[in-house]
């Protein structure tokens, strides 16, 4: 009795252990943050150029990839 005992709470363990490997694996994501999601460039005469600089970082724990399409 005490073999089958042992048996189930080693495999009991390895089911355990698994689903918490599978779990963290399966919440790894990438996480974009911005500083500022909103510019308010103000009143703008017509032919001015404006530049502005976004800021953004991954906060996650995977590879962030994006592309960029002009407007």
């Not at 709470?9 to 500083?35: H, N, Y």
């Not at 953004?56 to 002009?70: Q, V």
């Amino acid at each position: 009795m005490r073999i089958k005992n042992a048996r189930f709470t080693i495999m009991l363990a390895m089911v355990v252990a698994l689903f918490f490997v599978g779990a963290r694996e399966s919440s790894a994501a990438p996480k974009i943050q911005v500083d500022q999601a909103v510019y308010d460039a103000g009143s703008v005469v017509e032919g001015r150029e404006l530049s502005h600089e976004f800021v953004l970082r991954n906060e996650g724990d995977k590879t962030l990839s994006f592309k960029i399409k002009p407007c």
